[in-house]
């Protein structure tokens, strides 16, 4: 029975693999290796998308469905505005897919192989990335400490370290009802590469993993409190209304200038989003469309004033990004799938099973904080929703049963 599971893990975990690519294959020089990438992206998700029809015998869950309107409603701005549809494709097909791909192998006792798996994957990509960061430093001193590594450009590191340390994370309190030292060590050295490489979305992110690690502990061990996931929600999106509205721009003046030596504008993130919701007033339910990657570095450049920093292709803030491409509808359906995924974390039973929602608050907290402030589309955050949903069913209210390393996640 175990070796049936992992063989399924093993399986799924070849259909993920494509969509889990290194981010220096983004880099100039590498466009042979992305396009391989892109193919076998491209491969996978047709044979998971009749996989997924073949296993549910066409019942499609609603995490499927909201998450493939939220891409048809893109196609449509995309094709409203004219723009690429060979950038839409890849995005669209790898959400639809991953969603897929975690249903099919949470659903089933193969989940916590799957885990192990994928976990080992970054594992690899994190022991070449600090092969090619000492290699850098060793050539260049420490002024390279920056420099790409197969992780790719430094505020693209978070891609992997942050799924790699909630990951770690779960698949640790999973076998032992406890985060083990050893994904605390994975915390700390991700933490450090964060930190070298300057990039403060992700230095945030990973200051707001262990704060709310630490705060939610303390918060249900010693005042004997519930987690309630869909008011912290609610308190993510009003922090992302004040933060692009602005109104939180000066009380973190001081933070933003002092202790993290960058302009009150955040790096030009300011004209980026005032760019978004200007285009959405006036188009709000076909904003921009997926646009060519050079349409849309010239259309923020131009538009932000011609500051050179805003000369990038998305408005870095994923909530601002679904809505940049897709429009209202796409972001409302964007915050729904969230939603649903709090409300499904929210019937996890807490007196048992405590170390859960520390570990899934401190997750999205560090997810959503770089969410604010980059777009973090990349295939494996897609994974949480249908951890999510698994999480919630496993181990809701009156499932006492013993986790250990049999269990159906």
Same mark, same amino acid.
């Given at each position: 029975?175990?070796?049936?599971?992992?063989?399924?893990?093993?399986?799924?975990?070849?259909?993920?693999?494509?969509?889990?690519?290194?981010?220096?294959?983004?880099?100039?020089?590498?466009?042979?290796?992305?396009?391989?990438?892109?193919?076998?992206?491209?491969?996978?998700?047709?044979?998971?998308?009749?996989?997924?029809?073949?296993?549910?015998?066409?019942?499609?869950?609603?995490?499927?469905?909201?998450?493939?309107?939220?891409?048809?409603?893109?196609?449509?701005?995309?094709?409203?505005?004219?723009?690429?549809?060979?950038?839409?494709?890849?995005?669209?097909?790898?959400?639809?897919?991953?969603?897929?791909?975690?249903?099919?192998?949470?659903?089933?006792?193969?989940?916590?192989?799957?885990?192990?798996?994928?976990?080992?994957?970054?594992?690899?990509?994190?022991?070449?990335?600090?092969?090619?960061?000492?290699?850098?430093?060793?050539?260049?001193?420490?002024?390279?400490?920056?420099?790409?590594?197969?992780?790719?450009?430094?505020?693209?590191?978070?891609?992997?370290?942050?799924?790699?340390?909630?990951?770690?994370?779960?698949?640790?309190?999973?076998?032992?009802?406890?985060?083990?030292?050893?994904?605390?060590?994975?915390?700390?050295?991700?933490?450090?590469?964060?930190?070298?490489?300057?990039?403060?979305?992700?230095?945030?992110?990973?200051?707001?993993?262990?704060?709310?690690?630490?705060?939610?502990?303390?918060?249900?061990?010693?005042?004997?409190?519930? $987690?309630?996931? &869909?008011?912290?929600?609610?308190?993510? /999106?009003?922090?992302? !209304?004040? #933060?692009?509205?602005? *109104? @939180?721009? +000066?009380?973190?003046?001081?933070? $933003?200038?002092? &202790?993290?030596?960058?302009?009150?504008? /955040?790096?030009?993130? !300011?004209? #980026?989003?005032?760019? *978004? @919701?200007? +285009?959405?007033?006036?188009?709000?339910?076909?904003?921009?469309?997926?646009?060519?990657?050079?349409?849309?570095?010239?259309?923020?450049?131009?538009?932000?004033?011609?500051?050179?920093?805003?000369?990038?292709?998305?408005?870095?803030?994923?909530?601002?990004?679904?809505?940049?491409?897709?429009?209202?509808?796409?972001?409302?359906?964007?915050?729904?799938?969230?939603?649903?995924?709090?409300?499904?974390?929210?019937?996890?039973?807490?007196?048992?099973?405590?170390?859960?929602?520390?570990?899934?608050?401190?997750?999205?907290?560090?997810?959503?904080?770089?969410?604010?402030?980059?777009?973090?589309?990349?295939?494996?955050?897609?994974?949480?929703?249908?951890?999510?949903?698994?999480?919630?069913?496993?181990?809701?209210?009156?499932?006492?049963?013993?986790?250990?390393?049999?269990?159906?996640?």
């Amino acid at each position: 029975m175990r070796a049936k599971a992992k063989n399924r893990a093993f399986v799924y975990f070849l259909l993920m693999l494509p969509f889990i690519e290194p981010q220096l294959f983004k880099n100039s020089g590498y466009e042979s290796l992305d396009r391989a990438y892109a193919v076998a992206k491209a491969i996978s998700a047709v044979i998971v998308i009749f996989l997924y029809i073949y296993k549910k015998m066409g019942k499609v869950s609603l995490s499927v469905v909201l998450i493939t309107l939220m891409q048809m409603m893109t196609f449509v701005c995309t094709l409203y505005n004219k723009g690429s549809f060979s950038r839409f494709m890849g995005p669209a097909l790898t959400s639809i897919a991953v969603v897929m791909i975690g249903q099919l192998v949470f659903e089933k006792d193969s989940g916590i192989y799957f885990l192990k798996y994928v976990e080992i994957c970054l594992t690899l990509f994190v022991f070449i990335h600090i092969i090619g960061f000492v290699f850098n430093v060793i050539r260049g001193g420490i002024v390279c400490v920056s420099q790409s590594t197969i992780l790719g450009i430094k505020n693209r590191w978070i891609y992997i370290l942050l799924p790699w340390t909630i990951i770690g994370f779960i698949k640790s309190y999973m076998l032992n009802r406890r985060v083990i030292w050893r994904e605390w060590i994975k915390y700390f050295v991700s933490f450090f590469f964060v930190t070298v490489s300057g990039a403060v979305g992700a230095i945030i992110a990973f200051l707001g993993f262990g704060g709310a690690y630490l705060f939610t502990k303390i918060w249900i061990r010693n005042m004997k409190n519930r $987690v309630d996931f &869909v008011k912290f929600y609610i308190g993510i /999106l009003i922090y992302n !209304v004040l #933060l692009v509205s602005e *109104v @939180l721009l +000066e009380p973190l003046r001081y933070v $933003v200038v002092r &202790v993290f030596n960058k302009d009150v504008t /955040l790096s030009g993130r !300011v004209y #980026l989003w005032r760019t *978004v @919701l200007s +285009e959405l007033k006036k188009n709000a339910i076909f904003a921009k469309g997926v646009q060519a990657h050079d349409v849309d570095m010239n259309y923020f450049y131009v538009n932000s004033g011609w500051v050179l920093p805003c000369k990038v292709n998305h408005p870095h803030n994923y909530f601002l990004n679904v809505a940049h491409q897709g429009g209202i509808i796409a972001v409302t359906l964007f915050i729904v799938i969230w939603w649903m995924c709090m409300i499904w974390l929210n019937k996890i039973e807490q007196k048992n099973y405590s170390g859960l929602p520390i570990i899934m608050i401190s997750s999205f907290t560090a997810f959503f904080l770089a969410s604010s402030v980059d777009t973090l589309d990349y295939s494996l955050f897609y994974l949480l929703i249908p951890l999510c949903i698994r999480i919630g069913r496993e181990f809701g209210e009156k499932k006492y049963a013993a986790i250990d390393s049999n269990s159906s996640l």
